[in-house]
């Protein structure tokens, strides 16, 4: 179990959390009553619906997805699904420590246990950052509506969410190699690419994203809840080090670099949202 996790969440996050609270208070927070509820009804549709992953059915799987578990400790308690998909996705509902992380089959039969791993930690980061505290399209879909400016902040702060995720993601896997090759696969569907290769395409296609990110505008960019993928690439790129000291507890682990990470990926993600900004201005 690691005792400094919570160190890895993303300071940009906490920031643009600071500021949706002091503009919404206690508006989009579930009542506890009602997320239990929740919760509840998901379960019972799960079980429904998809199959659990038991250690008889899957024990390669279960047991790298309880491994993910003893890493992060904290009294977590909850189980994992699948359901028939062709799709790369896997998602989570949480209330308090208790959750049920389903993944699509796809992922199951594609993807070494690795590659699972980070995916699992990255569903488990959700909950253990307590993300499901605010439900950006419920809020959105509220009759009495948000401003636009409130809108934009709860996008980034859903971005940013996404990039907090990935860092115990990549404390779980413990490699870089296999958070990138799970990320590629994820954006690309293609399998068996060279790490070389793997690592050259992402880091021109971020660069090549910058320059269009700065020439060009995007009235969408605004809307989406997750960076994309190139920049979800070079947040963990830059921050891969300290995270896996922070995994090996080897005294590697620099929290005072760590932050300075924080505000070089920060950068990259407010230019992203002042150019979006602009774009809706002219």
Known sequence: ???????????YETDLFRIITAQLGNTPLLAHTRAKNLLDIRRTDLLGEAVRITADLLPEIHETYQSCLDILGHGFSGELFVRQSMEYNASVFAHEKKFDVLVHSALLNDFTPDELAFVFGHELGHVLFEHSRFCVFDILSNPEGVSRDTADILFRWSRASEVSADRVGLLCCGKLSTAVTALFKTASGLAGIDMDQMLRSFRRQYEDLEKQL???SDDLSWVRTHPMIPIRFKALELAALDIVA?????????????????????????AIDINAVCTRIQ
Do not use: P, T, V
């Not at 179990?1 to 300071?11: A, P, Q, T, W, Y």
């Not at 090996?248 to 005072?256: D, I, L, R, V």
């Open 246 to 270: 922070l995994r090996q507890q080897s005294g590697g682990f620099s929290g005072k670099g760590f932050r300075a990470i924080d505000q070089q990926i920060a950068g990259i993600l407010e």
């Open 1 to 11: 179990m690691i005792k400094d996790i919570e160190s890895l969440r993303f300071g």
């Open 214 to 216: 700065r020439e060009a």
